[in-house]
C-alpha cells in the first residue's frame, strides 16, 4: 500500500489517542489481577496517552516491511487490506496500516497463504539465510520451528518490549520454553482475538420462559458451571411429542461443538501443565482437580442433553440460529460466519467459572490462532522490532476496542453488555502448553463427553505415560537445538 498524505492521516491519529485512552483503562479493569475480573466494564483514572505513543517514533526511510500471515478462516485480514470497503474489519486494519507507515515512514506490503506452507517458508528461509519477509504470522504449530532451532526469541530484540499489555501476557508466559518466548501473540492479530471461546444465549427463549439474563451474574463474577447447569436443567424438549430428543425437531438446553468440551475445562480453571523452575513445561495431571471439574461438564451437557455434536460442525450452530438452543458455545469469529442471518436476538457471556472463589473468568483460545514468529535468519531487528512493537500498539489503539462493532455487524448482538464482555473475554486467554504443542490427554473433555463417559482417572492412567514422553522428547530437542 502507498503512503498516506499527512493531511489523510492527522484526523485518524487524533482518533487513535482518544480510543487508546478509553481502552488502556477498560483494559486495566479487565486484567485478571485485578480482585474480580468480572468488572471489566468498570473504568480506572483515565490515561492521557495512546499506547502508539509510548513507542519512540523512528524514521526509516521508505523501508518496505513485509508481511506474510496465514489466511486460515479469513485470518489474512489482519494485515491484507487494500483500500476500505465498508467491511468493519477491513477498514480498521487498513486506518492502521496507514498509520504505522506514516509513523515510521515505512511502506507495508502484506500477502498471505496458510499456516503449512509458511512454516516450511521459514524452515528453507533459515537453512538458505533468506529473510524475504519482515514479519510472519502463522499458528501455534510453529513451535516445532521453536523446538528445532528455526526461530529468534522475541525476548531477546531490544526494539521491542512484549511485556505491554498490546502483548497477550498469558501467550507469553504460557508458551515460553526456558525463559524464551518465540511464539507471541496480542492486538496485532484481532482475528486471533476473535478465536477467544464465548458463551451466547437467545434472548427471545429466555424471555418466553421469563428467565432473567445472565448479566448480573456475570459482572458480579458469579458466573459458574453450577448456576448454568441450574438454568439448563430440563429445558431441552421433546416438541413434537414423539418420545425422542432429535436435532432436527426438538429444542435443546445447550448446543456445542466437540471441542467445547476443552473450552469449559479451562474456563473453569482447569490445566494439565505447569513450569518447572527453570521455565520448562511439565505433565501435571491432578486428578482430583481435574476429576471436580469434569463433573460439573459432564452434568451440563450429558445429563441436562445438551446437543453435543462430533460430526456436523455447522449443524451445531444452526441449531441455535434457528433458536432451538438457549446456549451455544462458539468462537467469536464464528459468530459472523454462522449466525450472521439469525433473526432471535442474543447476548454474549464469558466461558463460566469453576466457582466464585475462581478470581477471575478464563478464555480457551483455538489452536489455530494467530502467532507471530521471527526467524533466526531476520537482519534489520531494530526496525523489524519498532514496527511490530508499534502495529500491536496501534491496533490495541484503533482496532481492539471496536471489536464488538465487528461482532454486531451480525445486527444481533446489541446491547452494551455485550460489549463489555467481549472486552473482559479477550483479556483473560490460557495457552496450556500441553494442548499448545498437541501433547496426548489434551483432548480428554471432548473424548469423554463423546463416549458420554466419566471415566476422568482411567483416561488419564492411559494416557499420561505417553504425554510425559512426548513433552520431554520436545524439551530436549529444544534444549539440543537452542
Known amino acids: 500500500m502507498k503512503p498516506a498524505k499527512r493531511n489523510q492521516i492527522l484526523p485518524i491519529l487524533l482518533a487513535l489517542v482518544t480510543l487508546g485512552s478509553t481502552f488502556v483503562s477498560c483494559a486495566k479493569s479487565a486484567d485478571s489481577s485485578a ?96 529473510n524475504p519477509y519482515s514479519l510472519y504470522m502463522t499458528n501455534s504449530t510453529a513451535y516445532s520451528l521453536a523446538v528445532s532451532g528455526y526461530l529468534l526469541p522475541w525476548n531477546s530484540i531490544e526494539s521491542m518490549d512484549i511485556t505491554k499489555p498490546w502483548w497477550d501476557q498469558k501467550a507469553i508466559s504460557d508458551m515460553s520454553i526456558g525463559g524464551k518466548s518465540f511464539l507471541i501473540t496480542g492486538d496485532i492479530s484481532p482475528t486471533c482475538l476473535l478465536t477467544s471461546e464465548c458463551i451466547l444465549f437467545n434472548k427471545n427463549l429466555f424471555d418466553d420462559k421469563n428467565i432473567a439474563y445472565p448479566y448480573d451474574d456475570a459482572f458480579a463474577g458469579t458466573w459458574t458451571l453450577d448456576k448454568m447447569i441450574a438454568l439448563t436443567k430440563g429445558l431441552t424438549t421433546d ?34 501443565s505447569k513450569k518447572d523452575e527453570s521455565d520448562y513445561p511439565v505433565i501435571d495431571f491432578d486428578i ?91 537482519v534489520d531487528l531494530d526496525i523489524i522490532g519498532t514496527v511490530t512493537d508499534g502495529m500491536a500498539a496501534a491496533s490495541y489503539d484503533m482496532i481492539t476496542p471496536s471489536l464488538y462493532d465487528v461482532i454486531a455487524s451480525t445486527k444481533n448482538v446489541r446491547d452494551e453488555q455485550s460489549s463489555k464482555m ?54 530436549e530437542s529444544f534444549i539440543e537445538n537452542n
Not at 38 to 51: I, K, L, N
Not at 83 to 91: I, V
Not at 307 to 327: C, P
Not at 423 to 429: C, D, G
Open 288 to 378: 482430583d482437580k481435574i476429576s471436580t471439574i469434569y463433573d460439573k461438564i459432564y452434568k451440563l451437557v450429558i445429563e441436562n442433553q445438551a446437543n453435543y455434536s462430533t460430526v456436523d460442525h455447522e449443524g451445531t450452530f444452526k441449531l441455535f440460529k434457528q433458536g432451538r438452543a438457549y446456549f451455544c458455545d462458539i468462537t467469536f469469529q464464528k459468530i459472523e460466519l454462522f449466525l450472521r442471518d439469525m433473526e432471535d436476538d442474543y447476548g454474549v457471556l464469558p466461558l463460566p467459572k469453576f466457582d466464585e472463589s475462581q478470581p477471575s473468568y478464563l478464555t480457551n483460545v483455538s489452536g489455530a490462532g494467530t502467532m507471530v514468529v521471527m526467524p533466526k535468519s531476520a
Open 239 to 272: 416438541l413434537n411429542g414423539d418420545g425422542e430428543i432429535k436435532v432436527d425437531d426438538d429444542l435443546y438446553s445447550f448446543t456445542l461443538w466437540f471441542d467445547a468440551g476443552t473450552a469449559l475445562f479451562y474456563g473453569a480453571g482447569g490445566y494439565l
Open 35 to 130: 480482585p474480580d475480573a468480572g468488572t471489566a466494564a468498570q473504568t480506572t483514572e483515565a490515561e492521557t496517552t495512546s499506547a502508539l505513543s509510548t513507542i519512540e517514533r523512528k524514521d526509516f526511510g521508505g523501508y518496505e516491511y513485509r508481511i506474510i500471515s496465514t489466511n486460515q478462516d479469513n485470518r489474512h485480514v489482519d494485515v491484507v487490506a487494500e483500500s476500505e470497503t465498508g467491511s468493519t474489519l477491513n477498514d480498521l486494519v487498513y486506518r492502521r496500516n496507514l498509520v504505522i507507515e506514516e509513523t515510521f515512514n515505512v511502506v507495508i506490503s502484506a500477502e498471505d497463504s496458510d499456516f503449512g506452507s509458511i512454516n516450511s517458508m521459514i524452515q528453507r528461509n533459515v537453512q538458505a539465510g533468506d
Open 422 to 475: 467481549v472486552q473482559l473475554i479477550i483479556r483473560n486467554r490460557v495457552y496450556d502448553p500441553v494442548r499448545m504443542y498437541f501433547i496426548d490427554g489434551n483432548n480428554f473433555a471432548d473424548d469423554l463427553l463423546a463416549k458420554k463417559s466419566d471415566s476422568v482417572a482411567s483416561y488419564f492412567a492411559s494416557v499420561q505415560q505417553r504425554g510425559e514422553k512426548q513433552l520431554q522428547k520436545l524439551i
